[in-house]
């Protein structure tokens, strides 16, 4: 598939709350034309992850710069090169791009990584990469997970979520999670191996999640915020880690939510259970770490010892409708945008 | 001083927020008489501490146990040994003990400490006992503070607070302290050496923390909570630790304080700065650590490198009133009251 126009999404407005389509633009333009060292490349999949809601506001989370209104929307991609300036790459070579929302970007080659045999390639954007490696680097540096120990995460079939359950259980560990809908918790546990999966739009699911978790919580992996913590945390056991990935339950907060205000509980039980709380930000961990990541978990996916699920999107121009269904937690697996061919 | 009968300080009810005298009773009994393997002590310096406030609740903290109505109160003591029944304690042994609120205790020598030459002996209540134990782990284990870096403590002139800023410049960072009252401010810098104090009673306080902390801060020793953490949290660096020790500001809480609901702010700074915030409980160290760190203080005591400042109050008497005051923030320096002689 080619085409001679380029179609991106651009931020149109910052959104209040969740986000809307409204709050994106389908601009169309002409191709870019590769300069001296660079490389024109075609998107094939991109990525929809949540910290992109960040990305979003007037002013960045710190860890990365915000899009500017009428910017293109930045995003992870699977794409190929198909015309090259560079003396490193050809046209015809899979890559892992920061190409963001649109049909062609051009790069320089610094932010492009050698596809390898990814099968299927999206996956570079999901256990393979981003998610997964964020998985793995919470577990092993703060989550440490021991034989018998119980981990829990939430958002179990999402894309960092479903990685973690199954290192754990990698670990040893047993593994919970925590899903929106009968239907995640049945895949949680039937395809992703999860031991117990508690779906939190059951009022009762609090109490039932103190039911699978018998001998307490020794690892919480905090990837939403929210209404979870507040049940996860009577049931930490002593000593217990909390590596703090993600809090999706609010991004899209404008003000502090209402009282009560939660801190000071937090505080006593990470005093009188000696909890290690620990926020990572995946970006400090590539340079030394992801080729040791992608050649173990790449071991793990093709042993099927990690099964990884996506949600398919079809069509660039249905990622905005996409992005706000993965906030609302309407997709099961991690979520591409297919946006050429394949 | 002798006395023929033993005073002793019970709980007289479950304080509603900030404990009143009434809440307390003195009773007077006769000195018990030890049993084989017993010594029977008399208390020279009663310790009061913040930990003793969650001990007044019909249900313990989940480190310790909750003093019973009618039961004497919990605390750790300097105590003369003044009869002994016991293989290894002789009359007229000094020994650190955790004889309570009362003239005479009871003990099988399971919780003796033998005091060796602490000069004065109400110091091992104090620098070169539990608190100064408390600031030398959580630094040690969790602050870990590097030359150069910056470590602010609340509480400054308090028996945990003094020992952590005073550590931390035997670490070769900056030490800056926040207390309750320009003289307590004064204190701590021209007698503690911190680099900086500021007076929370002061409106523009968090602004003048801005101003001392001017390369931000990378050690929150966290041991008050409360309105000191909303002015930090902003100004942790990325990769800061916040050792959590206590939560004073909070300890008269009933029900969870109203809004705005501060967790996910602190969710989010633990993430976007890296920051390691982790409890721990000084009970848990004493087997393995505690003698290194009474040989290090007490060189450094001894040396004149770390000044320990007291608060004296005479009579056990007058106990709960010094202890109220202590949640009040009204005295300066490790609150130690005089039971007998010394």
């Not at 506001?57 to 915000?66: N, T």
């Not at 042993?303 to 398919?312: I, M, P, S, T, W």
Request: aromatic letters at 6%; hydrophobic letters at 40%; one cysteine or more.
């Amino acid at each position: 598939m080619t085409t001679d126009l380029n179609r991106r999404i651009v931020l149109a407005a910052h959104p209040h709350g969740l986000p809307t389509v409204q709050d994106f633009r389908l601009e169309t333009g002409p191709v870019p034309e590769p300069g001296p060292g660079q490389v024109l490349l075609r998107t094939l999949w991109l990525s929809l992850d949540p910290y992109m809601r960040n990305l979003m506001e007037p002013v960045g989370p710190g860890y990365a710069e915000p899009v500017p209104l009428g910017g293109t929307m930045v995003g992870g991609t699977v794409s190929r090169v198909v015309a090259s300036r560079h003396p490193r790459y050809a046209a015809g070579d899979l890559v892992l791009a920061q190409a963001g929302w649109q049909d062609y970007a051009l790069s320089d080659g610094g932010d492009l990584l050698p596809l390898g045999d990814v099968t299927p390639p999206s996956l570079a954007l999901g256990g393979l990469g981003m998610p997964g490696f964020t998985a793995y680097v919470g577990l092993q540096d703060i989550g440490q997970p021991r034989p018998g120990e119980t981990v829990v995460v939430a958002a179990a079939t999402g894309a960092v979520g479903q990685v973690v359950g199954q290192l754990a259980r990698l670990h040893g560990a047993r593994a919970v999670g925590i899903a929106g809908g009968a239907d995640k918790c049945r895949i949680a546990v039937e395809e992703l191996g999860f031991d117990a999966c508690l779906d939190r739009h059951d009022p009762q699911w609090p109490q039932h999640l103190a039911a699978a978790c018998p001998d307490g919580i020794d690892v919480y992996f905090e990837n939403v915020g929210g209404a979870v913590f507040d049940a996860v945390l009577p049931l930490l056991n002593p000593g217990a880690r909390v590596p703090v990935c993600g809090f999706i339950a609010h991004y899209n907060d404008g003000a502090p939510p209402p009282g009560p205000d939660r801190l000071p509980k937090l505080t006593a039980t990470l005093l009188v259970k000696r909890v290690r709380m620990q926020g990572f930000v995946i970006l400090d961990h590539y340079g030394k770490r992801y080729e040791a990541f992608r050649r173990e978990m790449g071991r793990w996916v093709a042993d099927g010892r990690v099964r990884l699920r996506e949600a398919r999107i079809d069509g660039l121009e249905r990622a905005p409708e996409a992005f706000v269904d993965l906030l609302r937690g309407r997709h099961v697996g991690k979520v591409v945008v297919r946006v050429a061919g394949g």
